[in-house]
Nanobody
Framework: VQLVESGGGSVQAGGSLRLACAAS????????IGWFRQAPGKEREGVAA????????SYADSLKGRFTISRDNAKNMVYLEMNRLEPEDTATYYC?????????????????????WGQGTQVTVS
């Protein structure tokens, strides 16, 4: 399984970015795909998660309303739309996956339980 993030970059406060996660290598169409972030000196934290089978989404409470997770199953892509970005959103953003989940599972926005991780993409908000 391979996960590759893209779309990071530098943006001014109040701006928007859309991150993309390309997933490959699994034969299962049912998965939890999560977005996580880690700022320097801080622990990795959950941002959002999506069940690719049933489309159920989950968000960290503090980010709900600004960030939106979505999918394109035909392309094996999961996106994270980030709006009204703040300097506190500066971090490396990672996508992660776990496969073979029940299609109506509400995926956890927590790092434990995710078996596969990408290398991350940097987001800097100034």
């Amino acid at each position: 399984v391979q996960l590759v993030e893209s779309g990071g970059g530098s943006v001014q406060a109040g701006g928007s970015l859309r991150l993309a996660c390309a997933a490959s290598g699994s034969s299962s169409s049912r998965s939890c795909i999560g977005w996580f972030r880690q700022a320097p000196g801080k622990e990795r934290e959950g941002v959002a998660a999506l069940n690719t089978g049933g489309g159920i989404t989950s968000y960290a409470d503090s980010l709900k309303g600004r960030f939106t997770i979505s999918r394109d199953n035909a392309k094996n892509m999961v996106y994270l739309e980030m709006n009204r970005l703040e300097p506190e959103d500066t971090a490396t953003y990672y996508c992660a996956a776990v496969y073979g989940v029940y299609r109506l599972l509400r995926c956890r926005v927590a790092t434990d339980g995710y078996a596969h991780w990408g290398q991350g993409t940097q987001v800097t908000v100034s």
